[in-house]
T-cell receptor, first 114, second 111 residues
Framework: DAGITQSPRHKVTETGTPVTLRCHQT?????MYWYRQDPGHGLRLIHY???????DKGEVSDGYSVSRSKTEDFLLTLESATSSQTSVYFC?????????????FGPGTRLTVL | QKEVEQNSGPLSVPEGAIASLNCTYS??????FFWYRQYSGKSPELIMF????GDKEDGRFTAQLNKASQYVSLLIRDSQPSDSATYLC???????????FGIGTKLQVIP
């Protein structure tokens, strides 16, 4: 398995509180991604990173911010959590931008916003 | 809006049969297509990718791509109960591997 960990694995929080999810990789891959997965919607890209301090928005970026200060860590922050952000969040990594290169997924974080 | 359409299922097949999973996509510029398998409560894992028209075989799995008709399919031969999972179709048409995923088809292989 690719060396990707996510923390926390489960979190319950209240509406309006800030939440930070962490993705950590040991593969030294340049590209990192945050997705959310919801029933009926599949996986949707939130933000991605193509290098340290280089990030860009995905399809559903509103309400989320990211940071990448080191190659191995990609943080996803919900500035003020809402119930609509209850979801399963997956981090993914890839070595290159080659479309045939595999994206490896982390184990996921289940977030519940009450 | 780039879209991928999949029947969410469940698709039930008996053990040993061929399972056929289908997917259509909207973006004619799509270059690469992927099939991911996701067991319940687990993360997706890539099982096949294809970028040329025609068939690509890997063990019991065959991916089929028809760009003119904008569909991609996955055949699983000699289906096993361990193949029971949700299969996600995805395509990549842009840089930085921005991949669009379908909602997935749930496959149940009945012993």
């Amino acid at each position: 398995d690719a060396g990707i960990t996510q923390s926390p694995r489960h979190k319950v929080t209240e509406t309006g509180t800030p939440v930070t999810l962490r993705c950590h990789q040991t593969e030294n891959h340049r590209y990192m991604y945050w997705y959310r997965q919801d029933p009926g919607h599949g996986l949707r890209l939130i933000h991605y990173s193509y290098g340290v301090k280089d990030t860009d928005k995905g399809e559903v970026s509103d309400g989320y911010s990211v940071s990448r200060s080191k190659t191995e860590d990609f943080l996803l922050t919900l500035e003020s959590a809402t119930s609509s952000q209850t979801s399963v969040y997956f981090c993914a990594i890839s070595e290159s931008r080659d479309s045939t290169d595999t994206q490896y997924f982390g184990p996921g974080t289940r977030l519940t916003v009450l | 809006q780039k879209e991928v359409e999949q029947n969410s299922g469940p698709l039930s097949v008996p053990e040993g049969a061929i399972a056929s999973l289908n997917c259509t996509y909207s973006d004619r510029g799509s270059q690469s297509f992927f099939w991911y398998r996701q067991y319940s409560g687990k993360s997706p894992e890539l099982i096949m990718f294809i970028y040329s028209n025609g068939d690509k075989e890997d063990g019991r799995f065959t991916a089929q791509l028809n760009k003119a008709s904008q569909y991609v399919s996955l055949l699983i031969r000699d289906s096993q109960p361990s193949d029971s999972a949700t299969y996600l179709c995805a395509f990549d048409s842009g840089g930085y591997q921005k991949v669009t995923f379908g909602i997935g088809t749930k496959l149940q292989v009945i012993p």
